[in-house]
């Protein structure tokens, strides 16, 4: 089984439209984790979760918001979309080891 | 946390060891060395850490100096599989709810048969 697992893996949608990405982990870790990696393969956080409580949200739209129906789940939801927003969008959680991060696989999210 | 400075590229042969190296001459003493890498179209993967003393697992081998104000990662025995972004951020251990990392550029290794 994935630890973490991200749908969909690819995304193709038009500018303006809502899209959403789901996120699930199977390792039980309290803390997940959004990231996004632009077309420079720069990969910075977005938000963080600790147990369904929004812990960290970087300077990120407001038409990007996070929601978390259980500890396993962590989903982004985009509203009106942006050409500027493709890119990578990556799912992770924090293991209980100092500082262990677990990646999913990735959503590359294409806005035409 | 600190900045890191480390090559954009470097290339290895397959069988080789890797060495890549990193540059943190701002550390603070309560903060760790990481490194992850990402494959190409796969999430970064956690490699290994330290604090102070060096530090090795089945995949590589962390060295850092004694005033800590760099490190050298080392895989033994490159392989193809091996090329990849490799990242090395420094950063405090703190409430494991408030943890982040802040990637930088990283350095791109490739092995070559």
């Known amino acids: 089984d994935t630890a973490v697992s991200q749908t969909p893996k690819y995304l193709v949608t038009q500018m303006g439209n809502d899209k959403s990405i789901k996120c699930e982990q199977n390792?039980?870790?309290?803390?997940m984790y959004w990231y996004k990696q632009d077309s420079k393969k720069f990969l910075k956080i977005m938000f963080s979760y600790n147990n369904k409580e929004l812990i960290i949200n970087e300077t990120v739209p407001n038409r990007f918001s996070p929601k978390s129906p259980d500890k396993a789940h962590l989903n982004l939801h985009i509203n009106s979309l942006e050409l500027g927003d493709s890119a990578v969008y990556f799912c992770a959680t924090l293991g209980d080891f100092q500082e262990t991060q677990y990646f999913g696989p990735g959503t590359r999210l294409l806005v035409l | 946390d600190a900045k890191t400075t480390q090559p954009t590229s470097m290339d290895c042969a397959e069988g080789r060891a890797a060495n890549l190296p990193c540059n943190h001459s701002?550390?603070?003493?309560?903060?760790?060395v990481y490194w992850y890498r990402q494959i190409h179209s796969q999430g970064p993967q956690y490699i290994i850490h330290g604090l102070k003393n060096n530090e090795t697992n089945e995949m590589a081998s962390l060295i850092i100096t004694e005033d800590r104000k760099s490190s050298t990662l080392i895989l033994p025995h490159a392989t193809l599989r091996d090329t990849a972004v490799y990242y090395c951020?420094?950063?405090?251990?703190?409430?494991?709810?408030?943890?982040?990392?802040?990637f930088g550029e990283g350095t791109q290794l490739t092995v070559n048969p």
């Open positions: 951020i420094v950063r405090v251990e703190v409430e494991t709810s408030g943890s982040r990392l802040t």
């Open positions: 390792l039980g870790h309290d803390t």
């Open positions: 701002t550390i603070s003493g309560n903060e760790y």
